[in-house]
Nanobody
Framework: QVQLVESGGGSVETGGSHILSCAASDYSPWMAWFRQVSGKEREGVAIIQPGTTHILYADSVKGRFTASRHSANNTMFLHMNSLQPEDTAVYYC????????????????WGQGTQVTVSS
């Protein structure tokens, strides 16, 4: 059982930057950031493969978002730059992958989510 706690959500103006954090209770080889807009499917934003050297990003955030993790203390971060109103969503961290990484259904552990709102 891995418990995940996100923090750092809030409101930011268009073009601004924001950082989200995720604290995990235990190590998990694969970790990820997802986001969800009400009425839509949960979307994979950044998927961190074991070893942290290879991170997969959604096309919509490439070049703007940077994910990282500190394995020593089981913490993951999402640095978000050049934020746009379409980035408004509830952001979740996930762990415990079994299957295709981009599919939310294949992740076993989820945080409670944190709201990020980008105002125009």
């Amino acid at each position: 059982q891995v418990q995940l706690v996100e923090s750092g959500g809030g409101s930011v103006e268009t073009g601004g930057s924001h950082i989200l954090s995720c604290a995990a209770s235990d190590y998990s080889p694969w970790m990820a950031w997802f986001r969800q807009v009400s009425g839509k499917e949960r979307e994979g934003v950044a998927i961190i493969q074991p070893g942290t050297t290879h991170i997969l990003y959604a096309d919509s955030v490439k070049g703007r978002f940077t994910a990282s993790r500190h394995s020593a203390n089981n913490t993951m971060f999402l640095h978000m730059n050049s934020l746009q109103p379409e980035d408004t969503a509830v952001y979740y961290c996930a762990a415990g992958l079994s299957g295709i990484a981009r599919l939310a259904q294949n992740w076993k552990y989820w945080g409670q989510g944190t709201q990020v709102t980008v105002s125009s």
